[in-house]
């Protein structure tokens, strides 16, 4: 059951982690839209096999991941937050 968590945790690394890097990069590229629209077929897709491997033969499995994706998810959002504070406190 540790394993389930910890492969949701990497699996919301993976999925934000390529959101935080999707909308960096997107300002050098040709068309943004394009890109970002692959980025998230990409990761979504990378999340739904990662959900259905860890799944195994039971689906106990599935909410210890989900539990972990979303506690990432709230460490990136509170990350990318206060990142951007800092950025606007050394600016001016």
């Given at each position: 059951m540790i394993i389930a968590f910890l492969t949701g945790i990497l699996l919301g690394v993976i999925f934000f982690g390529g959101l935080y890097?999707?909308?960096d990069y997107m300002k050098k590229v040709k068309y943004p839209g394009a890109?970002?629209?692959?980025?998230?077929f990409i990761r979504t897709a990378l999340v739904i096999v990662g959900?259905?491997?860890i799944r195994g033969d039971s689906y106990y499995n599935m909410p210890l991941a989900l539990i972990g994706?979303?506690?990432?998810?709230?460490?990136?959002?509170?990350?990318?937050?206060?990142?951007?504070?800092?950025?606007?406190v050394y600016r001016s």
């Open positions: 890097l999707s909308i890109f970002m629209g692959a980025s998230m959900m259905l491997l994706i979303i506690i990432v998810r709230i460490f990136m959002t509170t990350w990318v937050k206060r990142g951007k504070a800092v950025k606007n």
